[in-house]
């Protein structure tokens, strides 16, 4: 293991480092242990006669071979993780009892796997999707799993359900197409017929569904959970992950050309901001509500189609979870991690949520296939840093050596050990619900309200989020065959907003929609990434450098930039450094043919000389930047670029003679993130 991974303090990092092995140096050998002597040729009767079947070398290294890969989930197969910490600030005990969040000087290890829901293990990751935002906080009383999303509702009320939305959502089966997009008939289909569906798909077709890194996007647990504190009080709660660097996202067109450009844009965001020591950040929050208070809501909390607006129901920030390690090896931690909603710890209960109960079968279920048996909790990355005991015995890949005779309970021979805890002694007991009910099939009566809470949130767009959704549903419905499912979809949103809906019914060609228009007037200013931090630091630069560029005043710039935490990566017609006199600061990275303005959060023009080719790639960079509202700078001769672009003196473009004016007003420019106040159909 390097120096730099370890992690001192870090309970599961100590633990994992039993199992890992460097090879470097090391001599090759079978795994029985045995010197191998050729690991070139196969064992022949003969230089040019046939393969022995002895060759055990061969048997074993192809064997192996033939079983390397798993099943890959069945939604959320494309993912990325990272370990971090998680830290308190305050004390929950009036809540909780749960053991991870009482002491504010504890931190307790997690791993976070970000993942796309629809698409295969090696599609794109900037596609329009939910994204999972899933954490194992690894905890003193066992593993605690967050399985969250970065969308706070979801399409179903019921579990029953899920198989028939992802069947819908995945490519089609006659034909496996289209990979990784909703934009296609039986998803809309499975829409048009399930419209309790209408609030996530709003959230689906806003910028939400496009982050601009994992490091800037908001996760949440969806569902109602229960704290149960130690008087056995037990409060509702939502939980919710923050993103330091506030919530960010990419454009449409952006996002689809990044997914050619490069596939591994948000993993390789994560990974490099977490080798550069750029850690990314997330404050938890949870929205809670008293037990007596679980019918004062104009929507009922166990519907996992509502939110709780943050206006009415305050997010109470409790704590931090910093990312800091990246993994040894994908497969052993990211691909055979196994998360689980039923993973909790005292203190934690569940909710009624049917979808949440659903989630509690498939989880283990879904493992025991991919992971090839009962024992996945052995993996190194899911063990829990606590002991485990218990009668559980056998099964593929047991590695565990239980001694003894005796793996049943009760028992006389070993003292009826292992013996379950009392509640002093930390077992679980879980809450004590008073049930009574009928055995039914059936939705209830206030699960039935499906476009409010779609159209608070349509009402919280500013006008930019506003015009992506139209432009969303324009495009996703653009690629809809049928006729009938375009018109059904279009009927349907109606009842979110007629002026929605008439807009893009008008770009599909559908009739315009029939119903009167939804009553809702509130809207809920946090649903609106208008709203969000506005933080320069971690966003990447491209900087546009011609031959005998003023090396020292944009180095000076680029300093200045980097002093607010913004990384600048030159680019120019080829790599190594402009003839740029003596300053050793400025290195092409990056040729126009190898980068992209859509890599890059904002384009920098630094000057030099240029010839005509030069001048129309660097114009290819400023035209795309600008249509993408992202902030565009220029000193020196790039100044002349932008009067030839007209843009001058546009919204979010940038420049000056005076350099520390200039990287002030660009790196103001470049905290906004977008403006959107272009002219720009
Ligand atoms: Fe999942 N989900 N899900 N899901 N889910 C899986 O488990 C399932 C739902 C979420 O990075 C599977 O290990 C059902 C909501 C994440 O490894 C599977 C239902 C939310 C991940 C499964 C839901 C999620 C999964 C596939 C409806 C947000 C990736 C592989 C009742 C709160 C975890 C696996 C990772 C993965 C089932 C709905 C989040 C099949 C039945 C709602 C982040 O078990």
Known sequence: MSEKSKMSG???????????????????????????????????????????????????????????????????????????????????????????????????????????????????E???????????????????????????????????????????????????????????????????????????????????????????????????????NDQGKAHFVKFHWKPVLGTHSLVWDEAQKISGKDADFHRRDLWESIENGDYPEYELGLQIIAEEDEFNFDFDILDPTKLWPEEDVPVKIV???????????????????????????????FSNDPLLQGRLFSYTDTQLLRL???????????????PFHNNQRDGFGRQTINRGQVSYHKNSLAANTPSPATEEEGGYVHYQEKIEGRKVRSRSESFKDHFSQAT????????PEKQHLKNAFSFELGKVKSKSVRQQVVDMFANVSSELAATFAEAIGAEPPAGKESEVTKSSPALSQLNTKKNPSTRKVGVIVGNEMNAKEVSAVLKALKAKGIQAEC??????????????????????????????????????????????????????AYAHYKPIGATHEGALLLKEAEIMDDAGVVSSDDMNDFAERFADAIAAHRHWDRKIM
């Open 10 to 124: 870090n309970t599961k990092d100590e633990q994992l480092e039993q199992f890992r092995v460097d090879d470097e140096g090391k001599k090759l050998t079978t795994n029985q242990g045995l010197k191998v002597s050729e690991d070139e040729f196969s064992l022949k009767a003969g230089e040019r006669g046939p393969t022995l079947m002895e060759d055990f070398h061969f048997r074993e290294k192809m064997t192996h071979f033939d079983h390397e890969r798993i099943p890959e989930r069945i939604v959320h197969a494309r993912g990325f993780a990272a370990h971090g910490e998680f830290e308190l600030y305050e004390s929950l005990k009036e809540f909780t009892k749960a053991n991870f969040l009482q002491d504010t000087s504890k931190k307790t290890s997690t791993f976070v796997r970000f993942s796309t829901v629809a698409g295969s293990r090696g599609s794109a």
């Open 126 to 228: 900037t596609v329009r999707d939910a994204r999972g935002f899933a954490t194992k906080f690894y905890t003193e009383e066992g593993n605690y799993d967050l399985v969250g999303n970065n969308i706070p509702v979801f399409f179903i009320q019921d579990a029953i359900k899920f198989p028939d939305l992802v069947h819908a959502l995945k490519p089609e089966p006659h034909n496996e197409m289209p990979q990784a997009a909703s934009a296609h008939d039986t998803f809309w289909d499975f829409v048009a017929n399930n419209q309790e569906s209408a609030h996530m798909v709003m959230w689906a077709m806003s910028d939400r569904a496009i982050p601009r890194s994992f490091r800037m996007m908001e996760g949440f647990g969806v569902h109602t959970f229960r704290l149960v």
């Open 372 to 386: 090839g048996g009962p024992n996945f909790h052995e993996l190194p990355i899911n063990r829990p840093v606590c």
């Open 571 to 624: 680019i120019s017609d080829k790599l190594g450094k402009p003839m740029a006199g003596d300053d050793a600061e400025i290195e092409v990275k990056h040729t126009f043919l190898t980068a992209s303005s859509v890599l890059f959060d904002a384009i920098y023009l630094a000057g030099g000389s240029t010839d005509a080719k030069f001048k129309k790639n660097a114009m290819h960079f400023i035209n795309e």
């Open 456 to 463: 608070l949130f349509w009402n919280s767009m500013s006008e």
């Open 319 to 349: 704590g931090k979870m910093t990312l800091n390690r990246n993994v040894d090896n994908v497969f052993a931690e990211t691909e055979q991690v196994a998360f689980h909603p039923g993973h909790v710890v005292p203190g934690i209960d």
